[in-house]
């Protein structure tokens, strides 16, 4: 897996040396980067030699001069240069095993690797370090780190992930004690297995950990209609439940280092807690708070907003199921303003099924089905529905399909913790400076 270069950025040293998306980094100070942890240590250097690889195959050097950390503006495909650490689990809740054939390539890639974790939070189970994989992590401090826990109970867990190392979670997790290294933790709620009293049960072991425990995320097992074993949805009644376990628990040990995923609360019926339920956010991209930022980060905007837009605004914002709710108050809102007209469209996923209801697993397909004759002409997606630097959705096709398919602009929102873009669509006029 070669360092491919997905894009430069603007004003930067890379894009001052012409050099051009597709291009390869072969080494950087003499040594091919593994990753990009290699990368940003060379980087760091005020002398930097590095090789190119063109997109036409020539090779081309460069030596320069740069202050201490000053960035050269590269954005690679891919955080990982060789080989992705896999997974060598075989879980009962695995998504990866819930997808039918025919999509692209990197969408069956079960990674279980640190680097990654490190790099993009995501969640390894620690069943695949080896003792190298150890020796760096601690001698570069890589933390925070991600992890998959589930559960605490050996039997259990070696039965969830169906793999005998996964019996020695609590062994690893002493590793990073040692070393201080933090950690954020995650379980996968799958009712019938790692629920109720053996939910109590984690908690109480993972607080052995405080001292380097970060937070604790709890969220319902995803269960797509291409499911081939029985495994049972949160339901209301567990949803429930789960909430007043966490609170318990969080009131026990004076501290909100655990917390469900706002889906809890929407299948639970209940309202989206306040901010300090989530102690700083540290699990946003887990679904943990989503909501509740989007919330109080649109009713800071709104209070600036004109009683008459300055030109007719009509958008239909796609969003997911599970964020309808909070989509559907803003339109509410922001309709009460002169020459604004919003719609929102919460897009079901008939691709997957149901049962599925986040944004980032929203389909071209579905989009085209659903907005059909239901639609402004200017429509707002989020960019989490898009593979990474591309404007590929999960089925293949690109916004411009669904643009030329359905005769519409897509607007593509980039922070989907926040209402800016929303606002700056719907109340800038062309380059004007205007903050909302």
């Known amino acids: 897996m070669p360092a491919k270069i997905a894009s430069v950025e603007n004003g930067s040293i890379a894009e001052e040396l012409g050099i051009k998306q597709g291009s390869e980094l072969i080494s950087i100070n003499g040594i091919k980067p593994r990753d990009y942890i290699d990368y940003q240590y060379a980087v760091a250097a005020e002398e930097v030699v590095f090789e190119i690889k063109t997109p036409d195959g020539e090779i081309e050097e460069y030596e320069i001069e740069k202050d201490f950390d000053e960035e050269l503006g590269l954005i690679f495909e891919s955080a990982i240069f060789d080989r992705i650490k896999s997974c060598a689990n ?153 909430i007043e376990i966490i609170e318990k628990f969080n009131k026990r040990i004076k501290k909100n280092i655990a917390s469900v995923s706002d889906e809890f609360f929407l299948i639970a019926g209940q309202e989206i807690p306040a901010k300090d339920y989530y102690d700083g956010f540290s699990q946003l991209d887990d679904g943990v708070g989503a909501l509740r930022c989007l919330i109080d980060d649109f009713n800071k905007r709104i209070k600036k907003i004109p009683k008459t837009a300055k030109e007719p605004k009509q958008f239909t914002i796609a969003c997911s199921v599970s964020a309808g709710s909070a989509f559907f108050m803003f339109a509410e809102q922001l309709n009460k303003v002169k020459n604004v007209e919003l719609q929102v469209l919460p897009v079901k996923n008939e691709f997957w099924g149901n049962d599925v209801n986040v944004a980032g697993l929203i389909t071209a397909q579905d989009l085209i089905n659903q907005l059909k004759d239901k639609c402004f002409n200017n429509v707002i997606i989020p960019s989490i529905v898009l593979r990474p630097y591309t404007t590929e959705f999960l089925d293949g096709l690109t916004v411009k399909d669904v643009e030329e398919k359905l005769n519409i602009k897509l607007h593509v929102t980039k922070d989907i913790y926040s209402t800016k873009e929303l606002f700056e669509l719907l109340f800038k006029k062309g380059n004007e400076d205007k903050e909302f």
């Open 90 to 242: 075989n879980c009962i809740f695995c998504f990866v095993d819930q997808q039918p054939k025919g999509l692209r390539e990197s969408l069956y890639i079960k990674d279980d690797d640190y680097r990654l974790s490190y790099l993009q939070g995501t969640y390894i189970t620690l069943t695949n370090l080896t003792k190298k994989d150890k020796e760096r992590i601690s001698n570069l401090h890589l933390g925070p780190l991600y992890i998959s826990v589930h559960t605490t109970n050996p039997d259990l867990r070696v039965k969830m992930l169906r793999n005998k190392n996964a019996a020695n979670l609590m062994k690893e997790l002493d590793f990073f004690k040692e070393n201080e290294i933090p950690v954020h933790t995650q379980i996968v709620l799958c009712p019938g297995f790692n629920d109720g009293e053996e939910l109590k049960r984690t908690l109480n072991d993972l607080w052995k950990y405080k001292s380097i425990l970060g937070s604790v995320a709890i969220v319902p097992v995803g269960i797509t209609k291409y499911r081939k074993e029985k495994l049972n949805p949160v339901t209301k009644e567990i949803a429930i439940e789960t």
